[in-house]
């Protein structure tokens, strides 16, 4: 069967994108950031995944306020790097796998969570600058990202959002569901968005590094007591776009050692994860920048 061995959580930030499409990596105000992820670039080749289930948001390119879903899976076989004004990202097109997407929406339906099903998508800087802080620079014309991915679109932008408890509780139904996929895969599953940030109104450049890190210890030994996190805590406290931080427990509740309900606790108890890697960074453009590998054990 399929399984899922690995979470990996990053922020989008789109600006560190436009760093690396234009050159600006090494320059001293870059420099910490991505050298924050030369661990992970290695880890991703030594421990290469079959496929990315990659949850994160879109920005109003694949969806705008004429039609906003809640939960939606990209089934398709390739997706198209988005024009979010300035032109698309020379990176690779992304590639789909559709019989796996397919079947993790059929089972996570079945398990009583509406998902809507997107056969064509551009996606935008929510996708691509994780796979690209993950996989390193490559060039469109030769190079391709090192596995198919599975867009998994959550709204975090135009209320009613979901909460940490309904996120978390999805990330349950996406393991069972790619644990009953009669296929030998191995599976990573990405958390994107965050950490602290407001783009606008009077905490514009809000940041709360204290927050942060100790939400990030919560969901790490704790998830449980952190998906019951209430929505205006994010707000208060991470600013009003931190609420992308619920993306994170969708990964979080997909780890091995998160039960299924009340009858899996002893199995979920002989399992574990570890941490393989853990980097915070303060500024990103206006953003706190987390970042985070979990391992099954």
């Known amino acids: 069967m399929a399984k899922i061995t690995a979470s990996v959580f990053t922020s989008h930030v789109p600006a560190i994108g436009a760093a690396m499409d234009l050159g600006k990596t090494q320059e001293d105000y870059w420099k910490p950031l991505f050298a924050g992820y030369d661990f992970s670039k290695q880890w991703m080749k030594d421990n290469k995944p079959d496929v990315i289930f990659l949850v994160f948001n879109d920005h109003a390119t694949a969806f705008s306020l004429d039609m906003i879903p809640t939960f939606a899976i990209g089934t398709a076989a390739e997706y198209t790097p988005a024009d979010e004004g300035f032109g698309p990202r020379p990176v690779p097109k992304v590639q789909g796998h559709p019989d796996l997407a397919s079947h993790i929406a059929h089972s996570v339906i079945q398990q009583d969570f509406d998902l809507t099903i997107v056969n064509k ?150 399992n574990s994860v570890r941490v393989k890697h853990r980097f915070y960074h303060v500024p990103a453009s206006n953003t706190a920048v987390g970042h985070l590998i979990l391992e099954n054990n």
């Open 121 to 270: 998508m551009d996606v935008d800087h929510g996708l691509t600058v994780p796979l690209s802080l993950m996989c390193g620079e490559k060039d469109p014309a030769k190079d391709s990202w090192p596995c198919p991915v599975i867009p998994f679109a959550v709204n975090v932008v135009q209320y009613p959002v979901p909460s940490g408890q309904r996120c978390f509780n999805l990330g349950k139904a996406i393991r069972k569901a790619v644990e009953s996929y009669d296929e030998d895969l191995n599976v990573h599953i990405w958390g994107t968005g965050g950490m602290s940030h407001q783009l606008q109104g009077a905490r514009a450049g809000l940041i709360n590094r204290e927050w942060d890190n100790a939400w990030l210890d919560q969901m790490i030994a704790d998830p449980a007591a952190c998906a019951a996190t209430p929505h205006i805590d994010y707000v208060r406290e991470a600013g009003s776009e931190g609420i992308e931080l619920v993306m994170w427990l969708i990964a979080r509740g997909a780890m091995s050692d998160v039960p299924y309900d009340a009858t899996d606790l002893e199995a979920a108890r002989a």
